[in-house]
């Protein structure tokens, strides 16, 4: 499902469960080895899955151990992100992006004073004037996960929930622009993001991928 809407130079893998016998590395045991189960089998799956997409560019497996604000910590010369939800997970990595962001979500309503929480007024008022059948909330939030999880390799600093304001197209892509300074990125000063959205599987899934030179099959 993720990589429909991701572009042929990030490579991707997703479970919709959890398998028997996913092993970890040492490393990646000792950093939960107190955890309780449900978190144990997220980052077990989410780890098998960053594995078999690390596969597809060739790659061996490797201990990807969370780093700096649980950013996984990728094999040189990759970026990359990993997603988990209830039923999902999934992991998406390049050699040729500067960064990539995934999220995913159950689609369904935000709780009761979530989206107030996570989102700017005008976001609020664009999303209720868009049709029905999508949880336009949830897929704020999720898009919004996906942005911070695109700046923090660029940036190396948080990102707020109110400190970029995104704009969704019904066909599927949405764009963020950043209402902070961004970093620079390729000389220039990162400005925001564009990336694209699903619902399918009771799920929602986003996505941004920028690339490393401009490219043909980059969505605008």
């Known amino acids: 499902m993720i990589e429909k809407i991701l572009p042929p130079w990030v490579a991707s893998a997703e479970s919709f469960d959890d398998p028997p016998g996913v092993t970890l590395f040492p490393e990646e045991e000792a950093v939960i080895a107190r955890a309780v189960d449900k978190r144990r089998r997220e980052f077990a799956t989410a780890r098998h899955c960053a594995r078999q997409a690390l596969a597809h560019l060739g790659l061996p497996p490797t201990p990807i151990l969370p780093g700096e604000r649980g950013a996984p910590g990728w094999p040189g010369g990759v970026v990359g992100a990993i997603t988990h939800c209830a039923g999902y997970r999934a992991a998406a990595v390049s050699r040729d992006a500067l960064t990539v962001g995934i999220d995913a979500e159950p689609h ?67 764009t963020a622009r950043l209402l902070v300074p961004g970093p620079s990125v390729a000389g220039r000063e990162l400005t925001g993001f564009t990336g694209r959205w699903l619902v399918a599987d009771g799920l929602v899934v986003t996505s941004i991928a920028v690339p490393e030179r401009p490219r043909p099959d980059h969505a605008a």
């Not at 700046?151 to 704009?167: I, K, N, S, T």
């Open 108 to 174: 369904e309503p935000l709780p009761d004073g979530v989206l107030d929480a996570v989102s700017l007024e005008a976001e609020r008022a664009a999303i209720a004037r868009l049709d029905g059948g999508v949880h336009w909330d949830r897929l704020l939030f999720s898009a919004k996960e996906s942005v911070y999880k695109a700046w923090f390799p660029l940036a190396r600093r948080w990102l707020g929930f109110e400190e970029a304001h995104l704009v969704f197209d019904p066909s599927g892509t949405f």
